[in-house]
T-cell receptor, first 112, second 114 residues
Framework: NAGVTQTPKFQVLKTGQSMTLQCAQD?????MYWYRQDPGMGLRLIYY???????DKGEVPNGYNVSRLNKREFSLRLESAAPSQTSVYFC???????????FGPGTRLTVL | GNSVTQMEGPVTLSEEAFLTINCTYT??????LFWYVQYPGEGLQLLLK?????DKGSNKGFEATYRKETTSFHLEKGSVQVSDSAVYFC?????????????FGTGTRLLVSP
C-alpha cells in the first residue's frame, strides 16, 4: 500500500503558466481533498470531492480547478499561475466510515 | 464558523523535558478533535484523536484529553526526544451538508535539543 501519492514533489513556474498537480490513493477511499499550506496559516482547504464524479469548493478555491478522474485520482489545476499561489500543496483522502484523513507527502510549488 | 487556536511557536525544549502545546477550539455541536504531526519534508500524519467529550487520545507517549467545558485539547508528553522535533497541528472535524471537513490550527513548531 503506497497510501496517498503526489507528483511532482517540486515545481517552479513563471507567472501565467499552467500546470496540474496529480494525486492518487490506493486505499479505496471515497473522499479526497486538496489543501495548501502557508507559513503561519496552517492548512486551508482548496477543493474536495465527496465521491467519484463530485467536487466542491473549499475555503480558498479561486485560481484553481479540480478533476476527480476516478475513485483513485484527484488532480488540481492552476490555469494561470500567480506568485500568490506559491505554497506547499497537500492531497488527502478519507474513508467514509471514519474521521481520519490520510495525507500525501506534498508538492512544493514556487511561482516566479 | 468553526476555528482552532494553537499557541505560537517555536517551542524549544531540552531532551526529557515535559511538553504542553495548547489548543482551544470554537465549534457548533460536538466535533472530533485531532492532533497531526508533520516531520521535516513530509506530509501530515495523524498522531492521536478523540471523538467525544472526556475521551483521551494517546500515541507514542503523547496524550490529549477532549475538554468540552474549556473547549480545549492540549497536547502533552512527559519526556520529549530529539526525534519529536516537528510541527504539530490541532484540528477539528466539521460536517456541512453531511460531508466531513477538517479545520486546522496554524501549527506549532517543536524543537528539541540534546
Amino acid at each position: 500500500n503506497a497510501g496517498v501519492t503526489q507528483t511532482p514533489k517540486f515545481q517552479v513556474l513563471k507567472t501565467g503558466q499552467s500546470m496540474t498537480l496529480q494525486c492518487a490513493q490506493d486505499m479505496n477511499h471515497n473522499s479526497m481533498y486538496w489543501y495548501r499550506q502557508d507559513p503561519g496559516m496552517g492548512l486551508r482547504l482548496i477543493y474536495y470531492s465527496a465521491s467519484e464524479g463530485t467536487t466542491d469548493k473549499g475555503e480558498v478555491p479561486n485560481g484553481y480547478n479540480v478533476s476527480r478522474l476516478n475513485k483513485r485520482e484527484f488532480s488540481l489545476r492552476l490555469e494561470s499561475a500567480a506568485p500568490s499561489q506559491t505554497s506547499v500543496y497537500f492531497c488527502a483522502s478519507r474513508n467514509s466510515g471514519g474521521p481520519q484523513q490520510f495525507f500525501g507527502p506534498g508538492t512544493r510549488l514556487t511561482v516566479l | 464558523g468553526n476555528s482552532v487556536t494553537q499557541m505560537e511557536g517555536p517551542v524549544t525544549l531540552s531532551e526529557e523535558a515535559f511538553l504542553t502545546i495548547n489548543c482551544t477550539y470554537t465549534a457548533t455541536g460536538y466535533p472530533s478533535l485531532f492532533w497531526y504531526v508533520q516531520y521535516p519534508g513530509e506530509g501530515l500524519q495523524l498522531l492521536l484523536k478523540a471523538t467525544k467529550a472526556d475521551d483521551k487520545g494517546s500515541n507514542k507517549g503523547f496524550e490529549a484529553t477532549y475538554r468540552k467545558e474549556t473547549t480545549s485539547f492540549h497536547l502533552e508528553k512527559g519526556s520529549v526526544q530529539v526525534s519529536d522535533s516537528a510541527v504539530y497541528f490541532c484540528a477539528l472535524s466539521e460536517s456541512t451538508t453531511g460531508f466531513q471537513k477538517l479545520v486546522f490550527g496554524t501549527g506549532t513548531r517543536l524543537l528539541v535539543s540534546p
